[in-house]
């Protein structure tokens, strides 16, 4: 977690944790405690600003809450089958499968080592991510853009020419060079 989230959830935990003591101190009496607070408009320095402060706080957090709902509610499920209807039948095709498929073109080319390929499947969309060495050439751009223009000729393929699912194709080199090369080891 880097520097700027830890920022936003810590500001965001102080404010939670300033409207849950409110709350607690405002019914503190529906049960027996061994310690008495007193209410929040008795604090010195925070008193008459302790209701609006809560006030907008409270709002806040509903807002995020709503949004938060909404998110839940709307974000896309991932799958690990994806089904599509024909004319004809009905096709299931397992996330593993076009995996499986998609390194097996990927392993003819001369230019990657080691492919890994993973893929992500909602209802109408299909996300490949290729990673592995990429060889360095003169034309290595040019055959990057083949080969993935040829995943997502093959896949479409594949599934059968349906124009409602879309093919995203994203090839990148996950190995860098070696940085201790010059080291050597007797």
């Not at 977690?1 to 300033?18: D, E, P, T, Y």
């Not at 089958?81 to 996330?95: A, S, Y």
């Not at 853009?145 to 896949?155: D, F, I, P, R, S």
Request: hydrophobic share 45%.
């Amino acid at each position: 977690m880097g520097k700027g989230w830890k920022f936003v959830a810590s500001i965001l935990s102080l404010a939670l944790l300033v409207t849950l003591f409110s709350v607690f101190i405002e019914n503190q009496q529906a049960v027996q405690l061994p310690v008495y607070f007193i209410s929040m408009d008795d604090y010195p320095l925070v008193g008459p600003y302790a209701q609006p402060i809560l006030f907008w706080l409270s709002v806040g957090f509903m807002v995020i809450t709503v949004l938060f709902l909404i998110v839940i509610l709307f974000y896309p499920k991932k799958r690990n089958t994806l089904i599509i209807d024909h004319e004809n039948g009905t096709l299931k095709v397992q996330r593993r499968a076009i995996e499986n498929f998609v390194l097996k073109i990927v392993q003819k080319e001369p230019f990657i080592e080691n492919p890994t390929v993973r893929a992500k499947m909602t209802k109408k969309k299909i996300k490949i991510k290729i990673a592995g060495h990429l060889r360095k050439s003169m034309s290595i751009s040019d055959k990057q853009n083949a080969l993935v223009e040829e995943v997502k000729n093959e896949v479409t393929t594949l599934i059968g020419t349906t124009d409602n699912i879309k093919t995203e194709v994203n090839l990148q080199n996950y190995w860098k060079e070696n940085t201790n090369s010059g080291r050597k080891v007797e």
